[in-house]
């Protein structure tokens, strides 16, 4: 398997635009979870799915972020519109259901909003 | 709400020696999952090592331990024989079991991480 696929790997983008983040899990699994990493907060947990329904999204800053899991294959992180203090690094990863196992990671997203 | 915290920003350690990473988290759950990730200067976040809460014993994974309090809440990684592929970020994380024999998964909590460098 190729891993978790993320899309695109970096994204710049003018304040106001917006921005779309997509995500392939790993074949199989049946947990997804998305995750901002910046280095004043560190990994925040913006929102996870299991079975592509939305379990908990406390974690998403605000009205501007959306989600969506429209089957088990894809995942959209979307911002819009799109500011500045939005810059980060976005993580998708995915798990399996099985008891104990770990949620393996993509390479992330790079977002720079200027 | 379980919380994750590692109170060493950074550490260094120098080459071939071993070091500690600490760790502690607070939960009021029985039955969990912790884990240590390692963040590389790549970004790719890595599984190091992985501890059942219900098992006592302490895991292993080759130059990788931890030690693991169950009734103090803590779980500290440990290198032996640092390398430097070992210089990363380091993350301790913490996953309920709860939802386990539903078939569903429950969140990944992080700590805020520490930075090791490895020196020669």
Partial sequence: ?????????????EMGQEVTLRCKPISGHNS?????????RGL???????????IDDSGMPEDRFSA???????????????????????????????????????QGTRLTVV | AQ???QSQPEMSVQEAETVTLSCTYDTSESDYYLFWYKQPPSRQMILVIRQEAYKQQN???????????KAAKSFSLKISDSQLGDAAMYFCAYRSAIRWNTGTASKLTFGTGTRLQVTL
């Avoid at chain 1, 978790?4 to 970096?10: E, G, L, T």
């Avoid at chain 1, 992180?77 to 008891?99: H, M, N, T, W």
């Avoid at chain 2, 895991?59 to 309090?69: K, L």
Wanted: hydrophobic content about 35%; proline content about 6%.
């Fill in chain 1, 1 to 13: 398997d190729a891993g978790v696929i993320q899309s695109p790997r970096h994204e710049v983008t």
């Fill in chain 1, 32 to 40: 997804l979870f998305w995750y901002r990493q910046t280095m004043m």
């Fill in chain 1, 44 to 54: 925040e947990l913006l929102i996870y799915f299991n079975n592509n329904v939305p």
């Fill in chain 1, 68 to 106: 969506k899991m429209p089957n088990a294959s894809f995942s959209t992180l979307k911002i819009q519109p799109s500011e500045p203090r939005d810059s980060a690094v976005y993580f998708c990863a995915s798990s399996f259901k099985g008891r104990g196992t770990e949620a393996f990671f993509g």
């Fill in chain 2, 3 to 5: 919380t994750v915290t």
């Fill in chain 2, 59 to 69: 895991a292993t994974e080759n130059r990788f331990s931890v030690n693991f309090q």
